[in-house]
C-alpha cells in the first residue's frame, strides 16, 4: 500500500510547480552547508547529500571515487546490504548515489509521515555515517565494475568519450573515465576505499539539499543530525587549474562498425564563469537546441550526413568540456567533420541573427519552469547551487539573465572562449 502511495506522488507531482522558490541557507556546528526549500504540496521529501569527493580526487587510482560510492548503501552498522534494503523498502523510501567529476553524493526519498521519516531518516544516516565496507559487498561491487569496464571497450561511443577527455584534460583529474579503467580498479583493496571514505566524507566537506514538506525546524535537526554522525574533518584542496591544449589535434581509433562517432571541443567553462550566460545561450542555437540548431540543420536536414548533431557545455568546478558530436556513416565522416568545422567557424565569426537569439530566448525561458516543475528536478538544481555556491535567487534571475543576453555578447565570448585551432577531434569507426 505503501508503495501505491509512493507511485501515486510521483504520477501526480510532474504535474506541479512553484511560481517561486526560495532556498534558505545555513551552516551547521559540524561546519556542513545546508540548503533547504519547504515545498508542501505533497508528503514528501528528497534529501541529498553531497561530498566534494568525485573523480577529480581519484588521484592515480582512478575509479577509486565512484567504487567508494557504490558500496554506500550496502552492509552499514549492524545492517545487512538486504536489511538496508529491507528497511528503505519497507517505508516506501528510496535510496541512490552516485558520482560525477566534481562530487560524491547520496540522495534520499521519502514520505513525511512521522514513522516512515523517522526509519528512512535512521537508516539513512547510518548508511552515510557507519558504511561496513565488508569484504563480500566490496568483491560484487569491484567484480561489477570491471565487468562494465571490459563491456565498455565494446563501445565506440564509449571509447570516444574516454579519448576526447584524455585530449582535452591531459594529466588533469578530469581527464580519466569516473568509473576508472581495469588496470586500476583491478589492484584496488577495500583498506583505498576506507581511506578514501575517511578522507573525504567529512562533514567539514558535505552539503545538505532538503527539498519538500517539512519546516525548517525539522530541517534543521535532520542536517545536524546526518552530520553528527561524521567526522568534522577539512575541506578538501581545490582541483587545480585547467591547462588549454596548445593546438589542434585528430585521432582515429578504428573500431569494427558501420558508423563513425566523431567529438570535437575543447575545454569550455565553468560555473561561476562570468561568460556561462552568453555560451549557453549561444550553444542553444549552435547545437544545443536539438531539432533548431546550426549544426543540427547543416549537417542533418541539408546534407544528410547524421541523423542528429549536437553541442553542449557542461561546467564544472573548472572548464568542463565544450564538445560537438555527431555520428556517421564511415564513408560521409570526413565530409560530416568539414560540415561540422565550417558551421562552428561561421558562428564563431558572425555570431548569431537577432531572429535566432530572439527564438532561443523564448525556448529558454518558456521551458524553464518545467525543468524545476517537481521535487527531483529542484533537488537536482538546488543541489548544484549548493555545491558550487551559486547565489541563493539563481532560479529567480535565470530567466532575467538569458534575456539580457545579445547577439555580440554571444559573439565575443564564443571568439574568446571558443578557439578551432585548440579543436580536439576523436573518431572511432571503421574506414
Do not use: C
Not at 541523423?307 to 568540456?321: E, K, T
Amino acid at each position: 500500500m505503501r508503495f501505491k502511495l509512493l507511485g501515486l506522488l510521483l504520477l501526480t507531482i510532474s504535474q506541479l510547480g512553484w511560481a517561486t522558490v526560495k532556498i534558505e541557507h545555513w551552516q551547521t556546528t559540524q561546519g556542513g552547508r545546508v540548503y533547504y526549500v519547504y515545498t508542501p504540496t505533497l508528503p514528501m521529501t528528497d534529501i541529498r547529500l553531497t561530498f566534494d569527493a568525485g573523480s577529480a580526487r581519484d588521484d592515480t587510482k582512478f575509479g577509486l571515487a565512484a567504487l567508494t560510492a557504490s558500496l554506500l548503501g550496502n552492509s552499514s552498522g549492524e545492517w545487512t546490504t538486504d536489511e538496508v534494503a529491507n528497511r528503505f523498502e519497507s517505508v516506501g523510501a528510496t535510496f541512490s548515489n552516485g558520482v560525477s567529476e566534481d562530487m560524491a553524493w547520496l540522495s534520499l526519498r521519502t514520505l513525511t509521515d512521522k514513522t516512515l521519516l523517522d526509519k528512512a531518516l535512521a537508516t539513512f544516516q547510518e548508511v552515510v555515517s557507519h558504511p561496513a565496507f565488508n569484504s563480500v559487498d566490496f568483491q560484487r561491487e569491484k567484480n561489477l565494475t570491471l565487468a562494465a569496464l571490459k563491456h565498455r571497450e565494446e563501445s565506440p561511443a564509449a571509447l570516444a568519450s574516454i579519448a576526447f577527455h584524455k585530449a582535452l584534460y591531459n594529466n588533469h583529474p578530469y581527464a580519466h573515465p569516473e568509473e576508472g579503467v581495469v588496470q586500476t580498479v583491478s589492484s584496488f583493496e577495500v583498506d583505498d576505499l576506507k581511506n578514501f571514505y575517511r578522507k573525504y566524507y567529512v562533514s567539514a566537506n558535505a552539503t545538505v539539499v532538503i527539498v519538500g514538506d517539512l519546516s525548517r525546524t525539522q530541517a534543521e535537526q535532520i542536517a545536524q543530525t546526518l552530520l553528527n554522525g561524521l567526522p568534522v574533518g577539512e575541506k578538501p584542496a581545490e582541483i587545480p587549474l585547467v591547462t588549454m591544449p596548445t593546438q589542434s589535434s585528430s585521432q582515429h581509433i578504428d573500431f569494427p562498425s558501420t558508423q563513425t562517432h566523431v567529438l570535437a571541443g575543447l575545454p569550455g567553462t565553468y560555473r561561476k564563469d562570468p561568460d556561462y550566460f552568453a555560451l549557453y545561450v549561444g550553444n542553444y542555437i549552435l547545437g544545443g537546441g536539438s531539432l533548431v540548431s546550426k549544426l543540427f540543420d547543416e549537417v542533418r536536414e541539408k546534407r544528410g550526413l547524421a541523423y542528429s548533431a549536437s553541442s553542449q557545455f557542461a561546467p564544472l568546478y573548472r572548464q568542463g568540456p565544450f564538445t560537438i558530436g555527431l555520428q556517421t556513416r564511415n564513408d560521409q565522416a570526413a565530409k560530416a567533420i568539414e560540415v561540422m568545422n565550417t558551421t562552428l567557424s561561421n558562428f564563431i565569426s558572425n555570431g548569431p541573427s537577432d531572429a535566432e537569439l530572439k527564438a532561443a530566448k523564448q525556448n529558454i525561458t518558456g521551458g524553464f519552469a518545467m525543468r524545476i516543475d517537481t521535487n527531483s528536478k529542484l533537488t537536482d538544481y538546488v543541489t548544484m547551487i549548493g555545491f558550487y555556491q551559486q547565489p541563493l535567487d539563481y532560479l529567480e534571475t535565470f530567466s532575467s539573465k538569458v534575456d539580457a543576453i545579445t547577439t555580440a555578447d554571444i559573439k565575443d565570448a564564443f571568439q574568446r572562449r571558443v578557439r578551432p585551432e585548440l579543436l580536439q577531434t576523436i573518431t572511432v569507426g571503421g574506414k
